[in-house]
């Protein structure tokens, strides 16, 4: 069993930035990757980005593409979605995900956290 817990998201204003972070606990898995996903009210869920944990390739949806950067840091494992120049439309609960060595999909996701853009 994985635990995710994230943290970091906040009320800001179109423009600023912010970081979430989400530690991962418990595991008895490998980890293949990691991904950040995000959720507006009366929407689906969507990918934001994703890195895998060994060699360091990362994938981002189109909409963040030169504004979010996903990193992670092995020793704490713990991912990181840096977002610059926020637009209200980025307004979601962003939700962490962990995907397991071997597995075709995300297997465990975190609580998620709040961001809120203003205009």
């Known amino acids: 069993q994985v635990q995710l817990v994230e943290s970091g998201g906040g009320l800001v204003q179109a423009g600023d930035s912010l970081r979430l972070s989400c530690a991962a606990s418990?595991?008895?898995?490998?980890?293949?990757?990691m991904g950040w996903f995000r959720q507006a009210p009366g929407k689906d869920r969507d990918f934001v980005a994703s890195?895998?944990?060994?060699?360091?390739?990362?994938n981002y949806a189109d909409s963040v593409k030169g504004r979010f950067t996903i990193s992670r840091d092995i020793a704490k494992n713990t991912v990181y979605l840096q977002m610059n120049n926020l637009k209200p439309e980025d307004t979601a609960v962003y939700y962490c995900?962990?995907?397991?060595?071997?597995?075709?999909?995300?297997?465990?996701w975190g609580q998620g956290t709040q961001v809120t853009v203003s205009s």
């Open positions: 995900a962990y995907r397991k060595l071997g597995s075709g999909k995300y297997d465990y």
């Open positions: 890195i895998m944990w060994t060699g360091y390739s990362t």
């Open positions: 418990g595991r008895a898995f490998s980890t293949y990757a």
